[in-house]
């Protein structure tokens, strides 16, 4: 199968397989998305808004009037502890920088229980992966830890009432599911994936609780797609659970980063993506031997008929972020489109960006790493 085939097969968006070329207007459809319009100056500073990379939404004008108030939300995400942390988890958690720049008090869930029952049964492999291939991570991307709340689900808290709190939601939310939800996301059902599954909506939920927020907070989790799932039920319970008042949860979906060889990344593949920790040697190696190109075979022809930048991974790198400035951008989108710029040119401005960012990254990794000791113990 050609690269061409890769990025032109079927649609599929699930929890666990993303393929073919996807169309966004269809996801909307199909899972009863907003599109994501008319937003405010702070969010058009980002480039992930800015860009329409994060493109749909359920419920977010809380969220947008919560931001022009100044009044207290939520940003709640969840990370799976397993293998390296690449550019396509950077979207996440270029969100979560960007909502704690509002002023949103941020929860960051390791589902180490959830990876415990579904890949890896060494609890403390998976705890020292969230701090080193994770923490630490966002810590140099700019998070402030002391204004994040970052947990383990197999230990909530070590304040008895908060950790009380959380896993008590986890239980009385299951009389609220039933089991043909949990087919539905999960397919095969196991006992530890519904254990997973109500432990997830608890994340997203338990903010709200009076052992943590005080109130009942508007609460945004920003996902791919492929997670809409877990939202939806997530939100169903809210509302059937009736021994709380919760605000309904808000959500954005962004797209997909392309893996370096077509289709989303897989963390089972280093070659499908660029880890933040990568050198700069070894992520330019990766940008010319794997990278997918939309250029043509041949020069001669490439010339003529022009690149697509639209399936053309190396410059989906600079759209996502690695190129900040959208004149240069449009600049480069337009000389590749019309054939004045060749795709190994193309690499190369990606490549020099993205090793002046690598560079400077973990510069500020080795200072992130002093101020995590603590997550440790």
Not at 94 to 99: E, R
Not at 227 to 254: G, V, W
């Amino acid at each position: 199968m050609t690269g061409k085939q890769k990025m032109t097969s079927k649609q599929k968006v699930t929890p666990w397989e993303v393929k073919g070329n996807i169309d966004y207007d269809k996801l909307i459809k199909e899972f009863g998305l907003i599109p994501l319009s008319h937003l405010p100056k702070e969010f058009e500073k980002n480039v992930l808004f800015r860009r329409g990379i994060v493109f749909a939404h359920r419920d977010f004008k809380k969220i947008v009037e919560a931001v022009e108030q100044k009044k207290p939300f939520v940003m709640m995400t969840g990370l799976m502890p397993s293998g390296k942390f690449h550019f396509g988890h950077k979207l996440v958690a270029d969100q979560i920088i960007f909502y704690q720049s509002l002023g949103a008090k941020i929860y960051v869930a390791v589902a180490d229980i959830e990876a415990y029952n579904s890949r890896n049964t060494d609890i403390k492999e998976l705890r020292e992966t969230a701090i080193k291939e994770y923490l630490i991570n966002y810590i140099a991307l700019g998070l402030n830890p002391k204004k994040c709340d970052f947990y383990f689900q197999s230990s909530r808290s070590k304040e008895g009432k908060k950790a009380n709190a959380y896993y008590s939601l986890a239980n009385m939310l299951a009389r609220h599911a039933t089991f043909n939800e949990f087919k539905a996301v999960y397919g095969e059902i196991t006992p530890g994936k519904m254990v997973s599954s109500l432990l997830q909506a608890a994340d997203m939920l338990h903010p709200q609780l009076p052992e943590f927020e005080d109130k009942s907070l508007p609460v945004i989790i920003p996902v791919g797609s492929d997670q809409d799932p877990h939202l939806r039920l997530a939100r169903d319970l809210a509302q059937r659970i009736k021994a709380f008042k919760f605000t309904q949860l808000s959500s954005t979906y962004h797209k997909f980063l392309p893996g370096l060889k077509g289709g989303k990344m897989s963390s089972s593949d280093p070659m499908s993506f660029i880890a933040l920790t990568d050198s700069p040697d070894e992520a330019a190696l990766k940008i010319k031997k794997y990278a997918f190109s939309g250029g043509q075979p041949t020069l001669e022809e490439h010339r003529k008929k022009g690149g697509d930048p639209e399936v053309d991974v190396a410059f989906q790198m600079l759209k996502y972020g690695l190129e900040p400035d959208d004149k240069k951008l449009q600049q480069i989108h337009d000389d590749y489109r019309s054939g004045k710029l060749l795709s190994g040119e193309l690499k190369q401005m990606t490549i020099e960006r993205l090793t002046t960012f690598l560079k400077e990254h973990q510069k500020k990794r080795k200072e992130a790493e002093k101020l995590v000791d603590k997550f440790l113990n």
